[in-house]
């Protein structure tokens, strides 16, 4: 297998970005800022001889993707398993966490919540409907294992969202960075492991 070339990215900025809002899987599209980041990503990416850009299929990835596509002139394939983790009943909230039980609010019927720190840093933890952040790593790091041993392209992108991009980079020793909108590392895959 010859060695494959993965940049990663992620999406611009949505207006839930703006204000803090958990989207997960809500299908929210990038605001005016994200069309200018999406824009600007697209710009450092034109003499990266990317051959395909595999792409989470929620808009704001897939709006990111289209803009970069257009601007390299390449293709875009959508792939579910780079979607964002499944934040289930947190999904549209405004979620704090504290470790002062007097601060609670789990009334879903509100726009901000104030959760248990223990739960929300908890891997295995699942909100109802959703997933744990522990199965969207793994869900992630096949889909990326899958995509690059199966993509007939040398040089390829993902366009995905915070929680696969961390998941992804993990393969390659993690990273202590806060991922920004639209930010993009590159990565090399030599048929066996992921490396920076």
């Not at 207006?15 to 005016?32: C, S």
């Not at 990111?64 to 792939?79: C, E, H, L, R």
Request: glycine share 8%.
């Amino acid at each position: 297998m010859t060695v494959k070339t993965i940049y990663v990215f992620r999406h611009g900025q949505t207006d839930y970005n703006a204000t803090r809002r958990a989207m997960g899987q809500m299908d929210i599209p990038l605001n005016e800022t994200g069309l200018n980041q999406a824009s600007e990503l697209a710009q450092k990416m034109v003499n990266m001889n990317i051959q395909a850009i595999y792409t989470s299929p929620l808009q704001r990835a897939m709006q990111t993707a289209q803009q970069v596509a257009n601007k390299i002139n390449t293709n875009i394939i959508s792939n579910s398993g780079l979607m964002e983790r499944n934040l289930g009943v947190l999904q549209g909230h405004i979620v704090r966490e504290s470790d002062n039980p007097d601060e609670y609010q789990m009334d879903y019927e509100q726009l901000q919540l104030c959760m248990p720190a223990k739960l929300l840093g908890n891997n295995d933890w699942k909100p109802d409907g959703g997933e744990s952040r522990n199965e969207c790593l793994r869900r992630a790091q096949k889909t990326i294992k899958d995509i690059v041993k199966k993509t007939p392209y040398d040089t390829i992108a993902i366009s995905t969202h915070t929680g696969p991009m961390l998941a992804i980079l993990d393969l390659a020793g993690g990273t202590d960075k806060r991922i920004g909108n639209c930010d993009y590392v590159k990565l090399i895959f030599d048929g066996k492991k992921f490396s920076k």
